[in-house]
């Protein structure tokens, strides 16, 4: 039996975003974290035959809408990648975002569509022109879930060298680390060191801490880390690159990342109100981030940060999958 599931394809700022519009069941569950169990158990096999090889690749990325589980929201959304399930993503919803009003996917009614993620609510507001194809999303503002620093400073020693880790939450837990400290500059001919350290600082860190959100436990580890380094372009205030998942590298300036180390940077009193901070990808693309509100998490002193960025549809696509097929799961070299 031949089973047939429709996508349609994006990147924001350079990193790819499948979103998966018909052929696997919704997810059941009363919160999005019980949807995203449901899913890691009940969905994983999709997960793998639509982010690995043959039908994508190491570092793809992909996104499923469900009903919305709140009575406010527009729609929830679960996110994969290479490893698993994650908990946010911040260039999948400019992605989703972008998709979603384009095909008509949401019709939130205006401009705005509240979104119910695993880690909590997320607003995004997208900016539209006419065009001769129709009204095209021309760039998304998220407003991100709160952000913090969950330890500054943790001493990680790898290899001989001793370098300080900031550990801070944007939607997931992220190792923040300074490129000069690490050794290796971000430069796309440096990725394979990256991603190798990258892993290793992550599991070095939760090694070191049991790192968990002090409002939810069900948001836990590190899902990956962050290098970063002096701007290349001439606007941007920070270049990084983030290794996440089963060692991923992001395309993109990573949205929850961005997240992150705006909550380390305004904790070192870098980043003012409402004053933009562009955040560089190792591609040379950006996002836009400002803070927009501050809260507590906890005992912890939190931002309220926003995201903008731009999404571009690479295509649609039926992708097939035999029960025959061998390779009908993925694979990964």
């Not at 429709?6 to 700022?13: E, G, L, P």
């Not at 639509?50 to 929830?76: F, N, Q, V």
């Not at 004053?275 to 693309?285: K, L, M, Y």
Request: proline fraction near 5%.
């Amino acid at each position: 039996m031949t089973h047939a599931i429709r996508t349609v394809d994006a990147h924001a700022a350079g990193e790819p975003l499948r979103l998966i519009v018909d052929g696997i069941p919704s997810p059941e569950g009363r919160t999005m974290l019980e949807r995203r169990a449901w899913a890691m158990k009940r969905l994983d096999h999709w997960r793998r035959s639509l982010m690995l090889e043959p039908r994508g690749h190491a570092d793809m990325y992909g996104a499923l809408l469900t009903e919305a589980a709140t009575s406010d929201g527009h729609a929830g959304v679960l996110f994969m990648h290479n490893e698993g399930w994650s908990t946010m993503c911040g260039h999948g919803i400019v992605a989703v975002t972008t998709i979603a009003l384009e095909r008509g996917l949401i019709d939130p009614g205006g401009d705005e569509i509240r979104y119910d993620t695993p880690a909590g609510r997320v607003v995004a507001r997208a900016r539209r022109r006419d065009g001769s194809r129709g009204r095209r999303v021309e760039s998304v503002m998220f407003v991100n879930v709160p952000s913090f620093v969950y330890e500054a400073g943790l001493p990680v020693t790898l290899g001989g060298r001793t370098m300080p880790v900031d550990v801070a939450f944007g939607g997931a837990f992220y190792a923040i680390v300074d490129a000069e400290a690490a050794g290796i500059p971000v430069l796309a001919a440096r990725v394979p060191e990256l991603r190798a350290l990258g892993m290793r600082v992550a599991r070095e860190v939760e090694r070191l801490r049991q790192v968990v959100h002090p409002a939810d436990p069900g948001l836990s580890g590190i899902y990956g880390t962050i290098f970063t380094g002096p701007a290349q372009g001439g606007e941007a205030h920070l270049r990084n690159v983030t290794v996440f998942a089963d060692a991923e590298v992001d395309r993109s300036p990573c949205g929850t990342g961005t997240a992150a180390v705006m909550a380390v940077l305004s904790e070192m009193g870098l980043l003012g109100e409402d004053a933009p901070f562009i955040h560089e990808s190792i591609v040379g693309t950006t996002f836009t981030g400002r803070v927009v509100g501050r809260t507590r998490v906890g005992e912890r002193e939190a931002i309220v940060p926003s995201i903008e960025g731009s999404a571009w549809i690479t295509g649609e696509h039926t992708f097939l999958i035999d029960g025959d097929d061998p390779l009908g799961a993925g694979f990964r070299i």
